[in-house]
C-alpha cells in the first residue's frame, strides 16, 4: 500500500485503508472521547505484543498501559462519576450520558485488562526463556528461599503492620493506588477465626530482586512484594494457620478542584493535593479467587458496588511491570541513542546566542539534546550582559537542570520570574516545592490564573547588546522536562526575533498582570485568539478549494477533541481540501463518510517514541509540502480545554530553513510512516497500515540517523540530509 498523503496515486490506498460509508440517521458524526481513548490504549497496548521489539521493550508497553489505565480511571471516569452522582445529564460529543458513557466504558475496560493478563502470561514466558524470573509461590531455589526470608524478616516485617479487621478496629483508610493484603486466619489455640488487612506501603518496591550472588548462573529472579508476604506470612501471624489470603488494589478521584474564587492559592492547592489522597474509590482489583466474606467487607468499608470492582486472574498492578523493565539487559532493550548537538551552535564555539542571531534555529527532542535548552538558560545565568529571564513552568521533573539555571541567575542579580503551574495534573507537589526553592533564591514566581492553565512552553532572555536590549525567545511543543525529553517528540525554537520577541513580552504581562495582548505581531494566544487563527486558516483552504486551487490541511497533534475545530475541518472536505491528521491519541473526528468527511485521513503513530510534538500546516494556495506553506508549531492540541481554558502558543515558522525541517522533514515524515502507523476507520476501529515487504517507512528511525535541517550547520552540506518523497512515499 502506498504511505503518500496525497495525490491520485494513493486512491487505492484511501480505499483501502478507509470504507467510505454513509452516515446512519441515529449515528453520531463524533466519535465519543473517552471511548477513543481506551481506542489508544488499545494501540498501545498492541505494542507489547510487536515481535519486532525487544523482550524489556515489549514489557516497557504492557506497563504504559497500565499506568495510562490508571490515570484514565482516576481522572476521566472520576469526573463521570461525579457528574452521575450529581444528576448531571450533559450529553458528550456524541450524544451519550454520563451513565451511558460509564456502561461503555465498563465494557470495554473488561476486555482490555484481561488482554493486559494474556499479555503478562506471554511476556513471562519468553522472560524466562531469556533468564529473567519472576516467581511465583512454589519456584524459588533453597538458596533464594534463605535470602528472601532474611529480607523479609530484616526489611519488610519492621515495615508493614498487620492491623485486625473487628469491632474494635476501625476499617483502615487505603490511599490511592495502595495495595493491601487481606488475610483469613484460625488461632491455633481457640480455632477463633479473624481476618487480618496488611496495608503495603507505598515505600517498598513493587518487585524484590534476588542478588546475582544468590541465583548465580539461574539468572535475575523477580517476587513482588505482595507474594513475598504471603510466603512469609507464618513470620507475621505466629500462633495462627493462614486459611485464605488475597490482594487488593484501590484507585480514587485524583482530579483537583479550585475554587475560583480561592484567597491563596498555594495554600489551597496544598489543602486540594490532601483531599485528592483521600478521594472517592473508583474501582477495587482483586484476585480471581478472592475470599467472598473479604471481598464483601472491602466493598462494604470503601463504600462502592461490584461496577467498580475488577477480578484479575494474573497481576494486580500492571503499572509496577516498570522495575523489571530496568533490569540490565541491554540484549532486551532498544539499541542506546545518544542524542546529537546541533552542529550550528557547536560552529559558534558552544555560544547559543550567536547562532540564534545568525538566524531562527529548532531543535528536535529527543533526536537532538535538551541540553541545547538547559545550556541557553545556564548560559543566560552566567553571562553578564543578560539582565532579565522569562520562564514558563508546567512540568520540570524532579531533579531540573532548568530550575537550578533560573536559581542561578537569580543569585547573580539578574530579574528572574518564573511562572510556574501549580495545576500541572500529578505535578502539583513538586512544582509547588520548586516554587518555593525559586522563591527562596530571588526568583519572583507567579502562578498565573486561577481558572486557566498556564500550558505554554515559553522563555526569554533579556540582553544588552551595543546599548540597545535584544530578545532572545525559546517557544516549545513540550515541557521543560529532561526525564520526557529523552522520550517525547518535541520542538525547540529558537529565535531572536524583534516582532516575537515583543509577543512573548505581552504574553508574560498577560500571565503575571492580567495585561491583556494588544497587537500582536507573529504569536497567536489562547484563549485569545489561537481558535480564531485556526479557524482563518482552514477558512482560507476553503476558499482555495471553491477557487480550483490547491488546498490542503496537514495536522499533526496528540488530541482532537473539540467540535469546532472538528465541523470546520469537515466543512472543508465537504469544500474539496484534502486533510490530512496524525493524531496519536483521542481523535473525535469520523473519517471518511461520504458527504461529510470522504476527503480527510486520520492515523496515529505509535512507537519507540512519544509523538508529542503539535504542528499546523496549510497549504496556502500551492500544493503540499511548498515553501509557500503556512507552518506553525504549538504547545496546544486541537481540544476545548486547550483552545478556551488554557494559556498556549501557536507560533508562526518564518525562517526557511526552519519551515522546510517543520514540513518536509518533521510532519512529512510523520506523514509517510508506515512501519509504526495505525488507520482509523470510519467505525472508530483502527488497523495498522499495511505495506510491501521491505518497503517499510519508520520515521523515528529516519530521524535518529539523519541529522536536522536547521542544526546542521555549514559543517553538512545540503545534500547530506535525505529528502523525503511525497510521491514516491520513501526517501531519496
Given at each position: 500500500m502506498s504511505t503518500s498523503p496525497t495525490g491520485s496515486e494513493d486512491a487505492s490506498a484511501q480505499a483501502g485503508a478507509v470504507q467510505m460509508a454513509e452516515l446512519a440517521p441515529d449515528e453520531s458524526p463524533y466519535f465519543n472521547r473517552e471511548l477513543s481513548w481506551l481506542q489508544f490504549n488499545q494501540r498501545v497496548l498492541a505494542e507489547a505484543c510487536n515481535a519486532a521489539y525487544p523482550l524489556l521493550e515489549r514489557l516497557r508497553f504492557l506497563s504504559i498501559s497500565g499506568s495510562n489505565l490508571d490515570e484514565f480511571m482516576m481522572i476521566r471516569v472520576a469526573g463521570l462519576v461525579g457528574q452521575v452522582q450529581r444528576g448531571f445529564d450533559t450529553p458528550s460529543i456524541d450524544g451519550r450520558s454520563p451513565t451511558q458513557q460509564l456502561a461503555a466504558i465498563r465494557e470495554k475496560l473488561a476486555d482490555l485488562s484481561q488482554q493486559q493478563q494474556d499479555i503478562w502470561r506471554e511476556l513471562r514466558v519468553g522472560l524466562s526463556a531469556a533468564n529473567i524470573h519472576v516467581a511465583d509461590e512454589e519456584r524459588v531455589s533453597p538458596e533464594a528461599h534463605t535470602w528472601l526470608k532474611?529480607?523479609?524478616?530484616?526489611?519488610?516485617?519492621?515495615?508493614?503492620?498487620?492491623?485486625?479487621?473487628?469491632?474494635?478496629h476501625p476499617f483502615p483508610f487505603v490511599q490511592n493506588e495502595g495495595l493491601g493484603l487481606l488475610f483469613t486466619l484460625t488461632r491455633n489455640a481457640t480455632g477463633e477465626q479473624l481476618i487480618e488487612m496488611v496495608l503495603i506501603p507505598s515505600a517498598l518496591p513493587r518487585f524484590v530482586r534476588v542478588p546475582d550472588d544468590v541465583t548465580g548462573a539461574n539468572g535475575a529472579l523477580y517476587i513482588s512484594i505482595a507474594r513475598l508476604i504471603q510466603r512469609y506470612a507464618g513470620e507475621l501471624f505466629p500462633g495462627f494457620t493462614v486459611q485464605g489470603d488475597g490482594l487488593f488494589r484501590v484507585l480514587r478521584d485524583s482530579d483537583l478542584e479550585i475554587a475560583e474564587e480561592a484567597e491563596d492559592l498555594v495554600r489551597t492547592f496544598r489543602s486540594a493535593i490532601q483531599r485528592r489522597r483521600r478521594g472517592q474509590v473508583i474501582q477495587l482489583e482483586i484476585d480471581e479467587d478472592f475470599d467472598p466474606a473479604a471481598e464483601a467487607l472491602l466493598l462494604d468499608q470503601l463504600g462502592i458496588n461490584e461496577a467498580a470492582l475488577i477480578k484479575t486472574d494474573g497481576m494486580i498492578g500492571v503499572d509496577g511491570l516498570a522495575e523489571i523493565v530496568r533490569e540490565d539487559r541491554p540484549d532486551l532493550k532498544f539499541e542506546a541513542y545518544s542524542p546529537r548537538f546541533p552542529e550550528r551552535i557547536r560552529e559558534h564555539d558552544g555560544d547559543a546566542f550567536s547562532a540564534i542571531r545568525e538566524k531562527d534555529i529548532i531543535v528536535h527532542h529527543p533526536y537532538e539534546s535538551f541540553e541545547v535548552v538547559v545550556d541557553f538558560l545556564r548560559q543566560a545565568?552566567?553571562?553578564?550582559?543578560?539582565?532579565?529571564?522569562?520562564?514558563?513552568?508546567?512540568?520540570?521533573?524532579?531533579?531540573?537542570?532548568?530550575?537550578?539555571?533560573?536559581?542561578?541567575?537569580?543569585?547573580?542579580?539578574?530579574?528572574?520570574?518564573?511562572?510556574?503551574?501549580?495545576?500541572?495534573?500529578?505535578?502539583?507537589?513538586?512544582?509547588?516545592?520548586?516554587?518555593?526553592?525559586?522563591?527562596?533564591?530571588?526568583v519572583q514566581v507567579i502562578y498565573g490564573f486561577t481558572d486557566w492553565k498556564t500550558h505554554a512552553k515559553v522563555a526569554m532572555v533579556v540582553r544588552r547588546e551595543n546599548d540597545n536590549f535584544r530578545t532572545y525567545c525559546h517557544l516549545g511543543t513540550g515541557n521543560y522536562h529532561p526525564v520526557t525529553a529523552r522520550v517525547y517528540t518535541d520542538l525547540s525554537f529558537f529565535t531572536a526575533d524583534p516582532k516575537l520577541g515583543r509577543d512573548v513580552a505581552k504574553m508574560f504581562n498577560f500571565v503575571t498582570g492580567y495585561v491583556e495582548p494588544h497587537a500582536l505581531e507573529r504569536l497567536h494566544i489562547a484563549p485569545i485568539d489561537l481558535r480564531e487563527e485556526i479557524y482563518a486558516r482552514i477558512d482560507a483552504e476553503i476558499a482555495h478549494a471553491q477557487a480550483d486551487k490547491p488546498a490542503a490541511i496537514w495536522m499533526k497533534c496528540n488530541q482532537l477533541t473539540d467540535e469546532g475545530v472538528i465541523d470546520r475541518l469537515y466543512a472543508a472536505s465537504q469544500a474539496g481540501v484534502q486533510v490530512e491528521l496524525v493524531v496519536r491519541g483521542i481523535c473525535c473526528l469520523r473519517p471518511g463518510i461520504a458527504g461529510?468527511?470522504?476527503?480527510?485521513?486520520?492515523?496515529?503513530?505509535?512507537?519507540?517514541?512519544?509523538?508529542?510534538?503539535?504542528?499546523?500546516?496549510?497549504?496556502?494556495?500551492?500544493?503540499?509540502?511548498?515553501?509557500?506553506?503556512?507552518?506553525?508549531?504549538?504547545?496546544?492540541?486541537?481540544?476545548?480545554?486547550?483552545?478556551?481554558?488554557?494559556?498556549?502558543?501557536?507560533?508562526?515558522?518564518?525562517?526557511?530553513?526552519?519551515?522546510?525541517?517543520?514540513?518536509?522533514?518533521?510532519?512529512?515524515?510523520?506523514?509517510?510512516?508506515?512501519?509504526?502507523?495505525?488507520?482509523?476507520?470510519?467505525?472508530?476501529?483502527?488497523?495498522?497500515v499495511e505495506v510491501e515487504a521491505g518497503k517499510a517507512f519508520n520515521c523515528h528511525r529516519y530521524f535518529m540517523t539523519n541529522p536536522s535541517l536547521s542544526g546542521r550547520g555549514g559543517a553538512l552540506e545540503a545534500g547530506a540530509v535525505p529528502k523525503l518523497s511525497l510521491r514516491r512515499g520513501a526517501v531519496r
Amino acid at each position: 500500500m502506498s504511505t503518500s498523503p496525497t495525490g491520485s496515486e494513493d486512491a487505492s490506498a484511501q480505499a483501502g485503508a478507509v470504507q467510505m460509508a454513509e452516515l446512519a440517521p441515529d449515528e453520531s458524526p463524533y466519535f465519543n472521547r473517552e471511548l477513543s481513548w481506551l481506542q489508544f490504549n488499545q494501540r498501545v497496548l498492541a505494542e507489547a505484543c510487536n515481535a519486532a521489539y525487544p523482550l524489556l521493550e515489549r514489557l516497557r508497553f504492557l506497563s504504559i498501559s497500565g499506568s495510562n489505565l490508571d490515570e484514565f480511571m482516576m481522572i476521566r471516569v472520576a469526573g463521570l462519576v461525579g457528574q452521575v452522582q450529581r444528576g448531571f445529564d450533559t450529553p458528550s460529543i456524541d450524544g451519550r450520558s454520563p451513565t451511558q458513557q460509564l456502561a461503555a466504558i465498563r465494557e470495554k475496560l473488561a476486555d482490555l485488562s484481561q488482554q493486559q493478563q494474556d499479555i503478562w502470561r506471554e511476556l513471562r514466558v519468553g522472560l524466562s526463556a531469556a533468564n529473567i524470573h519472576v516467581a511465583d509461590e512454589e519456584r524459588v531455589s533453597p538458596e533464594a528461599h534463605t535470602w528472601l526470608k532474611r529480607y523479609f524478616l530484616n526489611e519488610i516485617l519492621p515495615i508493614i503492620t498487620p492491623q485486625a479487621l473487628d469491632p474494635a478496629h476501625p476499617f483502615p483508610f487505603v490511599q490511592n493506588e495502595g495495595l493491601g493484603l487481606l488475610f483469613t486466619l484460625t488461632r491455633n489455640a481457640t480455632g477463633e477465626q479473624l481476618i487480618e488487612m496488611v496495608l503495603i506501603p507505598s515505600a517498598l518496591p513493587r518487585f524484590v530482586r534476588v542478588p546475582d550472588d544468590v541465583t548465580g548462573a539461574n539468572g535475575a529472579l523477580y517476587i513482588s512484594i505482595a507474594r513475598l508476604i504471603q510466603r512469609y506470612a507464618g513470620e507475621l501471624f505466629p500462633g495462627f494457620t493462614v486459611q485464605g489470603d488475597g490482594l487488593f488494589r484501590v484507585l480514587r478521584d485524583s482530579d483537583l478542584e479550585i475554587a475560583e474564587e480561592a484567597e491563596d492559592l498555594v495554600r489551597t492547592f496544598r489543602s486540594a493535593i490532601q483531599r485528592r489522597r483521600r478521594g472517592q474509590v473508583i474501582q477495587l482489583e482483586i484476585d480471581e479467587d478472592f475470599d467472598p466474606a473479604a471481598e464483601a467487607l472491602l466493598l462494604d468499608q470503601l463504600g462502592i458496588n461490584e461496577a467498580a470492582l475488577i477480578k484479575t486472574d494474573g497481576m494486580i498492578g500492571v503499572d509496577g511491570l516498570a522495575e523489571i523493565v530496568r533490569e540490565d539487559r541491554p540484549d532486551l532493550k532498544f539499541e542506546a541513542y545518544s542524542p546529537r548537538f546541533p552542529e550550528r551552535i557547536r560552529e559558534h564555539d558552544g555560544d547559543a546566542f550567536s547562532a540564534i542571531r545568525e538566524k531562527d534555529i529548532i531543535v528536535h527532542h529527543p533526536y537532538e539534546s535538551f541540553e541545547v535548552v538547559v545550556d541557553f538558560l545556564r548560559q543566560a545565568a552566567a553571562d553578564p550582559d543578560v539582565v532579565a529571564i522569562k520562564q514558563m513552568l508546567y512540568r520540570a521533573g524532579s531533579q531540573s537542570a532548568v530550575i537550578g539555571a533560573l536559581i542561578e541567575a537569580a543569585e547573580a542579580g539578574k530579574s528572574v520570574t518564573a511562572v510556574v503551574e501549580l495545576k500541572a495534573r500529578f505535578d502539583e507537589e513538586q512544582n509547588l516545592q520548586w516554587a518555593s526553592k525559586l522563591e527562596r533564591a530571588g526568583v519572583q514566581v507567579i502562578y498565573g490564573f486561577t481558572d486557566w492553565k498556564t500550558h505554554a512552553k515559553v522563555a526569554m532572555v533579556v540582553r544588552r547588546e551595543n546599548d540597545n536590549f535584544r530578545t532572545y525567545c525559546h517557544l516549545g511543543t513540550g515541557n521543560y522536562h529532561p526525564v520526557t525529553a529523552r522520550v517525547y517528540t518535541d520542538l525547540s525554537f529558537f529565535t531572536a526575533d524583534p516582532k516575537l520577541g515583543r509577543d512573548v513580552a505581552k504574553m508574560f504581562n498577560f500571565v503575571t498582570g492580567y495585561v491583556e495582548p494588544h497587537a500582536l505581531e507573529r504569536l497567536h494566544i489562547a484563549p485569545i485568539d489561537l481558535r480564531e487563527e485556526i479557524y482563518a486558516r482552514i477558512d482560507a483552504e476553503i476558499a482555495h478549494a471553491q477557487a480550483d486551487k490547491p488546498a490542503a490541511i496537514w495536522m499533526k497533534c496528540n488530541q482532537l477533541t473539540d467540535e469546532g475545530v472538528i465541523d470546520r475541518l469537515y466543512a472543508a472536505s465537504q469544500a474539496g481540501v484534502q486533510v490530512e491528521l496524525v493524531v496519536r491519541g483521542i481523535c473525535c473526528l469520523r473519517p471518511g463518510i461520504a458527504g461529510l468527511s470522504e476527503n480527510i485521513r486520520v492515523k496515529s503513530v505509535i512507537g519507540r517514541f512519544l509523538e508529542h510534538s503539535r504542528i499546523y500546516a496549510f497549504a496556502n494556495g500551492h500544493p503540499l509540502p511548498s515553501a509557500h506553506a503556512a507552518v506553525f508549531i504549538a504547545s496546544a492540541d486541537m481540544m476545548s480545554r486547550n483552545l478556551d481554558r488554557r494559556v498556549e502558543t501557536l507560533i508562526p515558522i518564518l525562517n526557511r530553513t526552519v519551515h522546510d525541517q517543520v514540513l518536509q522533514q518533521v510532519l512529512l515524515a510523520n506523514m509517510l510512516d508506515s512501519e509504526q502507523s495505525w488507520w482509523l476507520h470510519p467505525d472508530g476501529s483502527y488497523s495498522r497500515v499495511e505495506v510491501e515487504a521491505g518497503k517499510a517507512f519508520n520515521c523515528h528511525r529516519y530521524f535518529m540517523t539523519n541529522p536536522s535541517l536547521s542544526g546542521r550547520g555549514g559543517a553538512l552540506e545540503a545534500g547530506a540530509v535525505p529528502k523525503l518523497s511525497l510521491r514516491r512515499g520513501a526517501v531519496r
